[in-house]
């Protein structure tokens, strides 16, 4: 009688994923782009405080953003009325992350050439886009305060994996029960050198300050003479 086998595929693909995202960051170091993969639950402020972001930035980099939604072309639609940057909608068909090859195509369908700076919003989810590496030169993830300041703890590898976090949606804090202390030591149990952000797309509140650590991790790629 044969007796059972066992395949760790999961692992398998995450494997060649990570393979895959050799061949994005060799494409985009030729190219000298910058390329920030962003983060957050359905509903945390990605394309709002990207739109806020992207014209505090295009002043010196020349910037492009992948939408990525599993349908609709609402939030590239967004980006493109509301900065007038190069932007392309990339849908996933159903998939809840984005995968190094998918990543990779979206790339070639925006096209590099005349970019500094790419933005990919990813897909809404705190779990299954952090196990997935998009060949991103920064990871930068949102908690929003709606979302609770436990986050951190309920779903470390998302944390773990970021670069920064900018905590949004300063402007309810008043009506939930968020603690900006309790957010930034939940973040540091999972990652103690993640940049927090604390931020408002709405006044504006800490985005010139998250600009300006763009500005200064893209800087040191792009120019790097």
Same mark, same amino acid.
């Given at each position: 009688?044969?007796?059972? $086998?066992?395949?760790?595929?999961?692992?398998?693909?995450?494997?060649?994923?990570? $393979?895959?995202?050799?061949?994005?960051?060799?494409?985009?170091?030729?190219?000298?782009?910058?390329?920030?993969?962003?983060?957050? @639950?359905?509903?945390?402020?990605?394309?709002?405080?990207?739109?806020?972001?992207?014209?505090?930035?295009?002043? $010196?980099?020349?910037?492009?953003?992948?939408?990525?939604?599993?349908? @609709?072309?609402?939030?590239?639609?967004?980006? $493109?009325?509301?900065?007038?940057?190069?932007?392309?909608?990339?849908?996933?068909?159903?998939?809840?992350?984005?995968?190094?090859?998918? @990543?990779?195509?979206?790339?070639?369908?925006?096209?590099?050439?005349?970019?500094?700076?790419?933005?990919?919003?990813?897909?809404?989810?705190? %779990?299954?886009?952090?196990?997935?590496?998009?060949?991103?030169?920064?990871?930068?993830?949102?908690? @929003?305060?709606?979302?609770?300041?436990?986050?951190?703890?309920?779903?470390?590898?998302?944390?773990?994996?970021?670069?920064?976090?900018? %905590?949004?949606?300063?402007?309810?804090?008043?009506?939930?029960?968020?603690?900006?202390?309790?957010? %930034?030591?939940?973040?540091?149990?999972?990652?103690?050198?993640?940049?927090?952000?604390?931020?408002?797309?709405?006044?504006?509140?800490? %985005?010139?300050?998250?600009?300006?650590?763009?500005?200064?991790?893209?800087?040191?790629?792009?120019?790097?003479?």
């Amino acid at each position: 009688m044969k007796l059972m $086998e066992t395949y760790l595929i999961k692992e398998d693909i995450i494997s060649r994923n990570n $393979e895959k995202a050799k061949d994005v960051r060799s494409l985009l170091e030729g190219k000298g782009v910058f390329y920030i993969n962003l983060m957050s @639950s359905p509903g945390a402020g990605k394309t709002t405080l990207l739109s806020k972001l992207i014209p505090l930035l295009s002043a $010196e980099f020349r910037t492009g953003v992948i939408e990525a939604d599993i349908d @609709s072309d609402k939030d590239a639609l967004a980006i $493109e009325r509301e900065t007038g940057v190069r932007v392309i909608q990339m849908h996933t068909g159903g998939a809840c992350h984005i995968t190094c090859q998918m @990543s990779l195509e979206a790339l070639e369908a925006l096209g590099t050439d005349g970019l500094d700076l790419i933005f990919l919003e990813n897909i809404g989810n705190l %779990v299954c886009p952090a196990e997935f590496d998009t060949g991103a030169d920064m990871n930068l993830v949102l908690l @929003s305060v709606p979302e609770g300041d436990d986050k951190p703890l309920k779903y470390p590898l998302m944390f773990e994996v970021a670069n920064a976090v900018a %905590v949004t949606k300063l402007d309810v804090a008043p009506v939930f029960d968020f603690n900006g202390d309790t957010a %930034v030591g939940n973040i540091k149990k999972r990652n103690k050198n993640a940049k927090i952000f604390f931020t408002c797309a709405k006044d504006g509140a800490g %985005v010139e300050e998250l600009a300006q650590y763009i500005r200064e991790q893209a800087v040191k790629k792009i120019r790097k003479d």
